[in-house]
């Protein structure tokens, strides 16, 4: 089974909806990280948690919100989807025992018409 | 702004070849550095990581780094057609007491048979 694990995989939202991404991790890591990917501008973090209490904006926060439900579950939040939140979203986990190394999982491709 | 560049190529080789890819990055305090393999639609895995002056090797790939000239580059050795992917530059930045990891946009690799 894969350590990181991002549900949904793919999904068609319009404008406006309010929609959560989630992702769950076996890998026992306490760090974990939402960034979106968009040709041409590549991998930007969006918001990064270093334990169940810690949340912190990354480079584009606007528009998301995140909620981390324990060690292992990290979900993001689009309030109010635009169109131009349409990306590939991407979480990642680390650990703080460790050397920064970060692993993604497989990722969202989020369209919003 | 902390910065990570890399020319997104295409950079293409022949079957066989070694590819050389190439990232700077603009803060000084940089202590950690990743490349990342990306294929077309997936998402980024870990391939070699380097924290220390001079290069280190694995397998086919070989990291080198110069701390003195901000410069981290990936040289892929007997390059196979299965090595066409884009290939992300991360560092490790510092700033407001916390660490991020900032990536480059990738340099598109293609490999020809």
């Known amino acids: 089974d894969a350590d990181v694990t991002q549900t949904p995989r793919n999904r068609i939202t319009k404008t406006g909806k309010r929609i959560m991404l989630e992702c769950s991790q076996t890998k026992g890591h306490d760090r974990m990280y939402w960034y979106r990917q968009d040709p041409g501008l590549g991998l930007r973090l969006i918001y990064y948690s270093f334990d169940v209490k810690d949340i912190n904006k990354g480079e584009i926060s606007d528009g998301y919100s995140v909620s981390r439900q324990a060690q292992a579950k990290f979900s993001l939040s689009l309030e109010s989807a635009i169109p131009n939140q349409t990306a590939l979203y991407f979480c990642?986990?680390?650990?703080?025992?460790?050397?920064?190394?970060?692993?993604f999982g497989p990722g969202t491709r989020l369209t919003v018409t | 702004q902390k910065e990570v560049e890399q020319n997104s190529g295409p950079l293409s080789v022949p079957e066989g070849a070694i590819a050389s890819l190439n990232c700077t990055y603009s803060d000084r305090g940089s202590q950690s550095f990743f490349w990342y393999r990306q294929y077309s639609g997936k998402s980024p895995e870990l391939i070699m990581s380097i924290y220390s002056n001079g290069d280190k090797e694995d397998g086919r790939f070989t990291a080198q780094l110069n701390k003195a000239s901000q410069y981290v580059s990936l040289l892929i050795r007997d390059s196979q057609p299965s090595d066409s992917a884009t290939y992300l530059c991360?560092?490790?930045?510092?700033?407001?007491?916390?660490?991020?990891?900032?990536f480059g946009k990738g340099t598109k690799l293609s490999v020809i048979p």
């Open positions: 991360a560092v490790i930045t510092s700033g407001a007491g916390s660490y991020q990891l900032t």
């Open positions: 990642a986990t680390s650990d703080s025992r460790g050397s920064y190394e970060q692993y």
